[in-house]
């Protein structure tokens, strides 16, 4: 694709952003969180979105939404770009919700919870059997699923709850990375405790496990007042059934689309680039019925592609992460800056 292109007379940037290290980083070797700096997630997430903060931070200035009331996750996964968000000052407060149960349990303890969490993390026998134990049987209260959670996504290989993905080191243990390699609790606590501060103080207001559209109504219902910002990162198009335990079909793919493109509220989406999508916001958006104010008029979706770079010792591979949105105005600059 050319760095400028065209659909039905909607233009696509080429961005590309370098994230370092991205595979088995040793925690000494990562920026530690601080309060007033930077918080990352406890959890590493199949397809987080981490390396999209910088775009939310300049999409958030340049729309004149800085500091913002109110940004929501209804697909929270590892809740990166909501964590940096918050710890920035660029949002006031955040709604989280995610349907699967693991991960709902795990950002309700970890918010509300915290200490409990806390302490079952610092109990934990981080070995083969444990993992196993778990895999078969994640338990049944907030607090057991928690912990599962964030064990089986610190010990499975690249973070997947999904029941395919076996332990990282394998089931011989003979790789040179070894089960607990990704579990470094001391790391783990600081982030969880940070998140929990976060939640008392109220700038994490809701932690909720309902699906997307029931999440939508609920935050359109209970914050009408707000000005506020939906970021949807919903299971990816292709291959999401191996990566997630509450993947989409086509009808949810569809059902979705209908959704946003009705959807008066400012909001962004991004998905792994596949024509098919294309296609379809662009017909969904032609058949809702939109005020023309300051989002994009009804028809006429923004669509942008983001060339994401993933890096470990060994390779490099490149993915291709669609973003749409309803903004009129995207960091241009950030995109021309970062191709360079």
């Not at 999508?277 to 008029?297: F, G, H, K, M, T």
Request: aromatic fraction near 10%.
């Amino acid at each position: 694709m050319s760095d400028t292109a065209s659909l039905q007379g909607v233009s696509e940037a080429q961005l590309l952003i370098p994230l370092g290290d991205y595979h088995l980083q040793p925690i000494a070797h990562q920026k530690r969180a601080t309060r007033n700096a930077d918080l990352w997630s406890p959890l590493r997430y199949p397809g987080g979105k981490r390396q999209l903060v910088p775009f939310f931070v300049d999409l958030l200035k340049l729309n004149d939404k800085s500091p913002l009331d109110l940004f929501v996750e209804p697909f929270t996964g590892g809740a990166a770009v909501s964590l940096h968000l918050l710890a920035a000052g660029l949002v006031e407060r955040v709604v989280l919700a995610d349907l699967d149960p693991l991960v709902h349990a795990f950002w309700h303890q970890a918010c509300f919870n915290t200490e409990q969490l806390v302490s079952d993390i610092q109990a934990a026998e981080v070995t083969l059997q444990e993992w196993h134990r778990l895999r078969a049987d994640p338990g049944k209260t907030l607090r057991e699923k928690a912990y599962a959670c964030l064990f089986l996504n610190r010990t499975s290989y690249s973070g997947i709850l999904q029941g395919r993905a076996g332990p990282i080191g394998g089931q011989k243990q003979q790789s040179k990375y070894k089960i607990d390699c990704r579990f470094y609790k001391d790391e783990i606590v600081f982030r969880l405790r940070q998140i929990g501060e976060l939640a008392a103080s109220g700038r994490i207001a809701a932690v909720r496990r309902t699906d997307v559209h029931a999440t939508v109504r609920w935050v359109e219902k209970s914050y009408s007042e707000s000005s506020r910002l939906y970021y949807f990162d919903p299971p990816f198009w292709d291959k999401g059934e191996r990566l997630y335990r509450k993947a989409f079909g086509q009808k949810e793919h569809e059902r979705l689309a209908k959704l946003l493109t009705g959807l008066h509220t400012p909001w962004v989406l991004s998905y792994d680039y596949h024509q098919e999508i294309i296609d379809l916001y662009r017909s969904s958006a032609q058949e809702a019925n939109q005020d023309e104010s300051d989002l994009v008029p009804a028809g006429s979706p923004r669509l942008h592609t983001t060339d994401l770079l993933y890096c470990n010792r060994h390779e490099k591979r490149g993915a291709t992460e669609l973003i749409i949105t309803n903004l009129s105005k995207v960091p241009e600059e950030r995109i021309n800056d970062a191709r360079r």
